[in-house]
């Protein structure tokens, strides 16, 4: 009998190696490797594939179907994929376990179908009852998707031949396995490999193809890192288990746009879209403003969104004061506070410092760093923004406010949501005429602009 070949392989990114190795020398992970054994036979199988695809042709003779392109029939959704499904390509749909994933993407079958698709659901993980259970709590009845509760690939791949779907969804990847691959389920060698077969299905049957993977950090189930790779997009469904609403955020697009953000509320019955995520940010806002507490204006997206910035500074019990940011980029955060020490005279060398974004969003977009001061130096000084202004500007290390992008869209945000009044970096033209309810206040320096919010 042949001795068996095998290889150790990063858990986390992928990594191959002959050898065990404490850390993996290419993501940094520490006990990530794992033995895993390695078939040569379908190593075969893909270059048989690749001898048999297309000739080349010239790109002035390539024609492009319109159709290609179809919608979820979730709005957000489709906003956050550039528009809709496109025609045999391979989305992966990526989460912590319990963010609502399955039900996402029952709830798009449901739509899909509505246009006539067929569409097939494989649930590796819920038996076929479990699903239709959840489908009664959506409300999903129709009479072209199937569902098929199955983890063996070879079984799956049957399947399609006979039902030939337009779309097929995978929940999840980790659960699947294929017999050409000794190794279990969830290894990264089977994930890739059934990776390969499904992209293999989408590109050569024209099959739209949607996966789930799960994130966990530990274990023997390796997160999708190795999946993103190879889809053509990659969606992040992110939230708070303990909140209700969900965040779906794309990572890479082949098709698109990146940075576009799509906004659900979990609800007894289903997930539900939120077309103005604004709104929802601010409703839990205290009615009483506090010392510390800033709107900014930031943009998700092509979408302006705004949301609450808290700061909290006291008298450090520490030898050395703390700085902890939730929301924001830590370093950014440090330089703010420099930037604050400096140009402003705030003297912060003994107080522990706390920002926190509201609703447990990320914001990375410099126009974030006026609001982010204000907040500090306010709570600092125990004053308090005027509940009815908004902020948005970026900070220069010598104090002054630069200017930032979309800032029409912004104004517009604050005006339609009832704000009086917003602080944006003067080098920002703005036509003042075009926006009659809400005082517009262009400022130079960072000093300006703490006069200006609490007045
Ligand atoms: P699920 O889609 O099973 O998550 P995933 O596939 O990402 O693991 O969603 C699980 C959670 O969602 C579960 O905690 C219950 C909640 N949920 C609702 O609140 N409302 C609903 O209508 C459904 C179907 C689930
Ligand atoms: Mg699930």
Same mark, same amino acid.
């Given at each position: 009998?042949?001795?068996?070949?095998?290889?150790?392989?990063?858990?986390?990114?992928?990594?191959?190696?002959?050898?065990?190795?404490?850390?993996?020398?290419?993501?940094?992970?520490?006990?990530?490797?794992?033995?895993?054994?390695?078939?040569?036979?379908?190593?075969?199988?893909?270059?048989?594939?690749?001898?048999?695809?297309?000739?080349?042709?010239?790109?002035?003779?390539?024609?492009?179907?319109?159709?290609?392109?179809?919608?979820?029939?979730?709005?957000?959704?489709?906003?956050?994929?550039?528009?809709?499904?496109?025609?045999?390509?391979?989305?992966?749909?990526?989460?912590?376990?319990?963010?609502?994933?399955?039900?996402?993407?029952?709830?798009?079958?449901?739509?899909?179908?509505?246009?006539?698709?067929?569409?097939?659901?494989?649930?590796?993980?819920?038996?076929?009852?479990?699903?239709?259970?959840?489908?009664?709590?959506?409300?999903?009845?129709?009479?072209?998707?199937?569902?098929?509760?199955?983890?063996?690939?070879?079984?799956?791949?049957?399947?399609?031949?006979?039902?030939?779907?337009?779309?097929?969804?995978?929940?999840?990847?980790?659960?699947?396995?294929?017999?050409?691959?000794?190794?279990?389920?969830?290894?990264?060698?089977?994930?890739?490999?059934?990776?390969?077969?499904?992209?293999?299905?989408?590109?050569?049957?024209?099959?739209?193809?949607?996966?789930?993977?799960?994130?966990?950090?530990?274990?023997?189930?390796?997160?999708?890192?190795?999946?993103?790779?190879?889809?053509?997009?990659?969606?992040?469904?992110?939230?708070?288990?303990?909140?209700?609403?969900?965040?779906?955020?794309?990572?890479?697009?082949?098709?698109?746009?990146?940075?576009?953000?799509?906004?659900?509320?979990?609800?007894?019955?289903?997930?539900?879209?939120?077309? #103005?995520?604004? $709104?929802?940010?601010?409703? @839990?806002?205290? %009615?009483?403003?506090?010392?510390?507490?800033? +709107?900014? &204006? !930031? *943009?998700?997206?092509?979408?302006?969104?705004?949301?609450?910035?808290?700061?909290?500074?006291?008298?450090?019990?520490?030898?050395?004061?703390?700085?902890?940011?939730?929301?924001?980029?830590?370093?950014?955060?440090?330089?703010?506070?420099?930037?604050?020490?400096?140009?402003?005279?705030?003297?912060?060398?003994?107080?522990?410092?706390?920002?926190?974004?509201?609703?447990?969003?990320?914001?990375?977009?410099?126009?974030?760093?006026?609001?982010?001061?204000?907040?500090?130096?306010?709570?600092?000084?125990?004053?308090?923004?005027?509940?009815?202004?908004?902020?948005?500007?970026?900070?220069?290390?010598?104090?002054?406010?630069?200017?930032? #992008?979309?800032? $029409?869209?912004?104004?517009? @945000?604050?005006? %339609?949501?009832?704000?009086?009044?917003?602080? +944006?970096? &003067? !080098? *920002?033209?703005?036509?003042?005429?075009?926006?009659?309810?809400?005082?517009?206040?262009?400022?130079?320096?960072?000093?300006?602009?703490?006069?200006?919010?609490?007045?």
């Amino acid at each position: 009998m042949a001795k068996l070949k095998t290889k150790w392989i990063c858990q986390n990114c992928g990594y191959e190696t002959a050898k065990y190795l404490g850390k993996c020398p290419d993501c940094g992970q520490w006990s990530t490797l794992v033995e895993e054994v390695v078939e040569t036979s379908s190593k075969q199988q893909h270059t048989k594939i690749a001898m048999n695809d297309t000739m080349p042709c010239l790109i002035n003779d390539i024609t492009i179907d319109n159709s290609i392109r179809f919608s979820t029939g979730i709005e957000e959704f489709d906003r956050v994929l550039g528009g809709g499904l496109v025609q045999g390509s391979i989305v992966l749909l990526a989460g912590d376990p319990g963010i609502g994933k399955s039900t996402i993407l029952l709830q798009t079958g449901r739509a899909i179908c509505k246009g006539g698709r067929k569409a097939l659901y494989v649930s590796a993980e819920e038996s076929a009852s479990q699903v239709k259970l959840r489908a009664q709590r959506l409300k999903v009845n129709s009479d072209s998707l199937y569902i098929y509760s199955q983890t063996n690939f070879e079984a799956i791949k049957h399947q399609i031949e006979e039902l030939k779907p337009e779309i097929l969804i995978i929940d999840s990847i980790q659960a699947v396995y294929t017999t050409d691959i000794s190794s279990s389920p969830g290894s990264v060698s089977q994930i890739r490999e059934c990776t390969n077969i499904l992209m293999d299905i989408a590109k050569n049957k024209n099959i739209t193809v949607v996966v789930i993977g799960h994130v966990t950090k530990e274990g023997n189930i390796a997160g999708p890192k190795v999946l993103e790779h190879m889809v053509d997009t990659v969606i992040y469904f992110e939230g708070d288990r303990y909140k209700s609403y969900r965040l779906l955020r794309c990572m890479k697009n082949r098709f698109g746009t990146t940075n576009e953000v799509g906004v659900f509320n979990m609800c007894d019955d289903g997930l539900h879209e939120i077309s #103005n995520p604004s $709104e929802m940010f601010l409703n @839990e806002r205290t %009615k009483n403003n506090t010392p510390g507490s800033v +709107i900014i &204006a !930031t *943009n998700e997206g092509t979408r302006p969104l705004l949301i609450e910035i808290q700061a909290l500074v006291g008298t450090t019990s520490y030898p050395s004061p703390r700085r902890v940011s939730n929301g924001i980029d830590y370093n950014r955060l440090l330089q703010i506070l420099a930037v604050l020490e400096k140009r402003v005279g705030l003297n912060l060398s003994k107080q522990d410092v706390y920002v926190n974004v509201i609703g447990g969003l990320e914001i990375d977009e410099p126009a974030a760093d006026l609001g982010v001061a204000l907040a500090v130096a306010t709570c600092a000084r125990d004053v308090c923004v005027s509940p009815d202004t908004a902020i948005v500007g970026e900070l220069g290390l010598s104090g002054e406010v630069r200017a930032i #992008n979309n800032i $029409e869209k912004r104004i517009k @945000e604050a005006e %339609k949501l009832g704000f009086k009044k917003i602080i +944006i970096p &003067a !080098t *920002n033209t703005v036509k003042k005429e075009d926006f009659k309810n809400i005082e517009i206040m262009p400022v130079h320096r960072l000093l300006e602009a703490i006069t200006a919010c609490v007045n």
